[in-house]
């Protein structure tokens, strides 16, 4: 399994932005794939993931971000809105089946 994330970039306060996160080799619709940050000095935290029947969110993103897939597509999107400061960070696209699969970060900046 690789991952591929996009979409990153400089975003002011309350603005928009979202990530894409395409996987290659054998995915199932069933495999759990999303998205956690890791900020400056900080732990890799949960943002969101998705399964085929469930989604789950980090506490401080809920309401502001949405994860989807397009599993034709091998690709899972987090849709971030009203972004804070405080959730600069590298963003780093997952799959979770045995174990966790991770791809290359992307860094998102909020910042005036």
């Known amino acids: 399994v690789q991952l591929q994330a996009s979409g990153g970039g400089l975003v002011q306060p309350g603005g928009s932005l979202k990530l894409s996160c395409v996987a290659s080799?054998?995915?199932?619709?069933?495999?759990?794939v999303g998205w956690y940050r890791q900020a400056p000095g900080k732990q890799r935290d949960l943002v969101a993931m998705?399964?085929?029947?469930?989604?789950n969110y980090g506490d401080s993103v809920k309401g502001r971000f949405t994860i989807s897939r397009d599993n034709a597509k091998n690709t899972v999107y987090l849709q971030m809105n009203s972004l804070k400061p405080e959730d600069t960070a590298v963003y780093y696209c997952c799959l979770f089946r045995d174990r966790f699969y991770w791809g290359q970060g992307t860094l998102v900046t909020v910042s005036s």
């Open positions: 080799g054998t995915i199932f619709s069933i495999d759990r």
């Open positions: 998705i399964s085929s029947s469930s989604t």
